[in-house]
């Protein structure tokens, strides 16, 4: 939730209105989450630009997470992998936010 905010807050950065940034924020978190992520075809399998994204998007490791608590029962030791690279994502992405926004005048 908070990559996917993050994503909002730096693509409100470039657009003109709040209903354009809502719009583009879901274009880009759903289209590449179900495509990329792993949840159709697994991301080993995907090739080119394709396996770029699923290795640099935060909803792979969240899928990877997701699969592991529900369906195997593993640890937070046995997914500490996949919290790392969700816990970069967070800074990175609210950094580039805070870079790119306008400031007002008052």
């Known amino acids: 939730v908070t990559a996917t905010t993050a994503m909002g807050l730096f693509l409100s950065t470039f657009m003109s209105s709040q ?23 697994p991301v080993s399998s995907l090739q080119g630009v394709g396996a770029f ?4 998007y935060p909803t792979t490791y969240f899928v990877t997470i997701s699969r592991g608590v529900f369906s195997k029962a593993l640890s937070f030791a046995d997914l500490s992998g996949a919290f790392v690279p969700m816990l970069v994502a967070i800074p990175v992405l609210l950094g580039l936010g805070a870079a790119f926004l306008k400031k007002q005048a008052r």
């Open 53 to 56: 994204v699923g290795r640099i």
């Open 19 to 41: 209903i354009a940034a809502i719009f583009g924020t879901a274009l880009i978190t759903m289209i590449p989450a179900t495509q990329y992520s792993g949840m159709i075809d």
